[in-house]
């Protein structure tokens, strides 16, 4: 049991495919939160860009809210539109966000030759760990995409040594199977996708290897023309994996989240342009006693605009997430 087979989620009418619930609030949706920027120092001499929020309305006490620790997607950061808009809604409804950002994604290149890639989860347990010290009781950890893979292999990883003060989880668009996805990105309909995430990656990496020169197989990183040959050709080489296969069926989240012991809810939409079959587990849903899966028809990928209220309104899936943190059976 906990897939939830009804989904209260349903789309604007004028937003009838998952492209446009996709494309539309991430284009046209403007949501500006008033962060504190914190720049933290890692073990390897490295740096990490942490952005806070607070939450209004604040009890005057010393006791700390809860804390949402949110994790983007590729190629990402605290500005993206569906991260923003899930702050502002926490913030109005009585939680402290701290997104943090993968290196080289808070708009400084990080120091090290060390980039980030989806199996990486040392750099989210230091976060942690750091945001524990300031005194929160109770944390819930929040991903979008790719940061929500990241995040269940996280919890997965960790199991029952996860640190007690993490409470709850929940993702949202979640490529549960990376050569699944990477293959979804590579069909017709979503080659724009594909093509806009290689452009941003491999501009990076040009970026890094005009401060690092020979560092780097900028030659290799040039001739990719996709996602999965960026991977093939850089990120899996980089990081120790023998190829693509290798690190996407390391990587790959599905695998870790029958060991997560939190309560946990991911929502992947059917229609999200960049996610396969493989992304909808429902049969392991249903073994599963401690990690909801919700599938709903429609939303898109990191979309889920309101049916009403307008593109700047408040989100469905905002909504869905303050339910669940705040469920407590």
């Known amino acids: 049991m906990p897939l939830i087979a009804q989904s209260s989620y349903v789309p604007p009418a004028r937003l009838w495919s998952g492209h446009l619930q996709t494309i539309i609030p991430s284009l046209f949706r403007k949501v500006t939160v008033p962060y504190v920027r914190e720049r933290i120092d890692t073990p390897d001499q490295d740096f990490l860009d942490l952005d806070w929020a607070f939450a209004t309305n604040r009890p005057q006490s010393d006791l700390l809210p809860p804390l949402v620790l949110l994790s983007h997607g590729l190629e990402g950061s605290s500005s993206s539109q569906y991260l923003a ?52 009781a109770a944390i819930h950890l929040m991903g979008f995409s790719a940061g929500g893979s990241v995040t269940l292999k996280y919890l997965g990883e960790q199991s029952r040594a996860l640190n007690p003060v993490v409470q709850r989880a929940v993702v949202f668009s979640v490529p549960l199977d990376l050569m699944g996805s990477a293959r979804r990105l590579e069909q017709w309909d979503s080659r724009v996708y594909n093509y806009r995430f290689n452009r941003t990656l491999k501009r990076k990496v040009l970026q890094k290897a005009a401060l690092m020169p020979g560092v780097f197989p900028t030659d290799a990183v040039i001739r990719s023309r996709s996602v999965r040959e960026f991977d093939n050709l850089f990120t899996a080489p980089q990081n120790g994996f023998r190829d693509v296969t290798d690190y996407y069926t390391r990587s790959s989240s599905l695998q870790y989240v029958p060991a997560i012991c939190i309560p946990t809810l991911i929502v992947n939409a059917k229609n999200d342009p960049f996610l396969s079959p493989e992304c909808f587990p429902e049969a392991l849903a249903r073994e599963l006693p401690t990690v909801w899966m919700e599938f709903p028809e429609a939303g898109g990928h990191c979309g889920f605009p309101p049916r009403q209220g307008g593109i700047n309104g408040t989100y469905w899936s905002e909504k869905r997430t303050v339910a669940f943190l705040q469920d407590s059976d």
């Open 85 to 136: 808009g899930m702050v502002q809604h926490l913030t109005r409804n009585g939680f402290d966000c701290l997104a943090w950002h993968y290196r080289s994604c808070s708009g400084e290149l990080n120091r090290q030759q060390r980039f980030y890639h989806i199996g990486e989860t040392t750099d989210l347990h230091f976060v942690l760990n750091y945001a524990t010290a300031k005194g929160y």
